[in-house]
C-alpha cells in the first residue's frame, strides 16, 4: 500500500519586525529579507544606522524555525529544495498581508533589501508581484535560476549588486556568474559594489544607499 501526500489550507499567525516610525515625513520604506540563520528582530539592527525620521524598516521573518549551535540559538529559514514552489506561494502570501497591514503610502520610496537566501524571496516576490520600488538591493546572494529578463521588464528601480570579495561562498567564477545575472535581468546599469570582507551584512554600504 502507497502513502498519499495530501495538503490542507489554514491561517496562521507570523512575526515580523519593524523599526522607527512611519510618518509623513518618512522618505523611504525598507522591506528587507534576512539570510538563512537569522531572526528578524535581530537582523533588523543592521539598520538602525539610517536617519529615524527619513527611514521607516519592516523585516519579515522567514518561516521555517531550527535550532542552532547544539540548540543555544534559534534561526529560520526562508526555503528549501523541498515544496519549493508551494512553499514560495505561503511567503508571496505572508509578504502581501504585512504589505496590506502596513498601509505604505504610493509617496515613499520603497526599498527591497535581499541578503543572503533573503535575495532569492525579494527578487521572487517581485516578479510574481510586479512590485514597483525605487531601489532593489541584492547583498551577497544568488538569484534564482528560473528568472529571466522578461520578469523585471517593468521594473524602473536602482538595482545594486554588494558582494565581500572574501566571502566563503563566492568563488571568482561564482562572483562573476552573479554580476552576469543581474546585468542580463536588470541591465548594464546595474551597480556592482564590492567590498574587503567576507559573507556578512555590510552596515557602511547600507548607510550609504540613501
Known sequence: MQSKEKEIFYSTKKPYSTLNTLTKNTKNVWLVCHG??????????????????????????????????????????????????????????????????????????LIIFGYSQGVSVSTRYLKHRKLQ???????????????????FAFLKAKVSLVYGTEDDYLNEERMAYETNRSRELFGDEVNIMPFNGKHVVNVEIINGLV
Open 133 to 151: 520600488c525605487s531601489q532593489l538591493v541584492l547583498h551577497s546572494g544568488g538569484i534564482p535560476k528560473e528568472l529571466v529578463a522578461d520578469d
Open 36 to 109: 538563512m540563520g537569522y531572526l528578524s528582530k535581530y537582523f533588523i539592527n543592521y539598520f538602525k544606522g539610517l536617519n529615524a525620521e527619513d527611514n521607516y524598516i519592516i523585516a519579515p521573518q522567514a518561516p521555517s524555525l531550527y535550532y542552532q549551535n547544539g540548540f543555544k540559538h534559534v534561526g529560520a529559514c526562508w526555503l528549501t529544495k523541498e515544496n519549493t514552489v508551494k512553499e514560495t506561494e505561503n511567503i508571496m502570501r505572508y509578504f502581501d498581508a504585512i504589505l496590506a497591514e502596513e498601509e505604505i503610502p504610493d509617496s515613499k520610496n
